[in-house]
């Protein structure tokens, strides 16, 4: 087991001022750009973790403290974001996301007790029984891999503009 | 063809701010995680592209516009990096690359006027011809896929932590 309750925040508090630093001011071509049908623009995935922060990790969280087995977390709708049609930058939406997560963050450090709490469980609706410990350990692998899925759409608009350097760059690689 | 001097700048100057952003203040098991034996961890990437802004994007661009296709760039040794002993923080590593990323993009707002040279060519030891603009996308890519591999690293940390959800956590397939 890797995950301590210090390391992990140092992960979440510095995932929206990175965020902030790699999309704020870019021209619409890179935020609006995606691969292909039905996939997510680095827009779509800066609502995406905004919906995560109001509906996902803290509620679970405090269901795990509260409710213990006695009943499932509510399944967390991954598609909720793309029903937001309000008009707003993208520098507004990465605003709310880091408020959000600021709030979260001492929510966290506020309920949490690593000692007593990290292997409590809850329910999860699809795969049963999970760990305190091992939500907060997805929290972090979310923003990761969120984080990996914006510079990999990003790199897709310039997959035949870099010739044959295709071969060395593995984040062309599917 | 997507790519733009205007937009491939726009990513260019981000990518050191964004990895200050993410890394700069980081504990040590962060720093140092790797995905096993011979792979690179979140500090020798920074290493690698501080390498690449002394003697890979603006010597090969310069190559092109001075010597066309008469002769071959010099080959880039991407392990380069993994003989640098100097003991300095990821701060100061930080701060290193942010300064010549800086001055390269200078230079490369300076050289290039991509109505004229975005079709010249040089000549890659292993490719053969290659163009200016695939040159400077390559470096927006090579960006990319870089942020990407620094948070893969950092995510496999977890993949026993976060249990069952590794299912759902697209950066933990491989």
């Given at each position: 087991m890797n995950v301590t309750l210090k390391e992990a925040i140092e992960i979440l508090e510095r995932t929206p001022q990175t965020l902030e630093s790699f999309?704020?001011?870019?021209?619409n071509p890179w935020l609006e750009?995606?691969?292909?049908?039905g996939t997510w623009n680095p827009t779509e995935v800066i609502e995406h973790l905004i919906e995560g922060e109001k509906t996902n990790w803290i509620p679970r969280m405090e269901m795990i403290l509260r409710d213990g087995e006695s009943k499932p977390f509510p399944?967390?709708?991954?598609?909720?974001?793309?029903q937001e049609n309000a008009e707003r930058t993208i520098e507004q939406k990465l605003q709310e996301f880091k408020t959000l997560r600021q709030q979260n963050i001492a929510k966290l450090q506020e309920l949490v007790d690593p000692e007593t709490h990290f292997e409590l469980t809850g329910i999860h609706p699809a795969f049963g029984p999970v760990k305190a410990r091992e939500l907060l350990s997805t929290w972090v692998v979310h923003d990761l891999t969120h984080i990996a899925q914006i510079v990999r759409v990003m790199a897709e608009r310039y997959r035949t503009d870099v010739g044959p350097w295709k071969e060395y760059l593995g984040i062309l690689k599917k």
């Amino acid at each position: 087991m890797n995950v301590t309750l210090k390391e992990a925040i140092e992960i979440l508090e510095r995932t929206p001022q990175t965020l902030e630093s790699f999309l704020s001011g870019l021209s619409n071509p890179w935020l609006e750009c995606n691969e292909g049908d039905g996939t997510w623009n680095p827009t779509e995935v800066i609502e995406h973790l905004i919906e995560g922060e109001k509906t996902n990790w803290i509620p679970r969280m405090e269901m795990i403290l509260r409710d213990g087995e006695s009943k499932p977390f509510p399944p967390f709708d991954r598609f909720a974001h793309l029903q937001e049609n309000a008009e707003r930058t993208i520098e507004q939406k990465l605003q709310e996301f880091k408020t959000l997560r600021q709030q979260n963050i001492a929510k966290l450090q506020e309920l949490v007790d690593p000692e007593t709490h990290f292997e409590l469980t809850g329910i999860h609706p699809a795969f049963g029984p999970v760990k305190a410990r091992e939500l907060l350990s997805t929290w972090v692998v979310h923003d990761l891999t969120h984080i990996a899925q914006i510079v990999r759409v990003m790199a897709e608009r310039y997959r035949t503009d870099v010739g044959p350097w295709k071969e060395y760059l593995g984040i062309l690689k599917k």
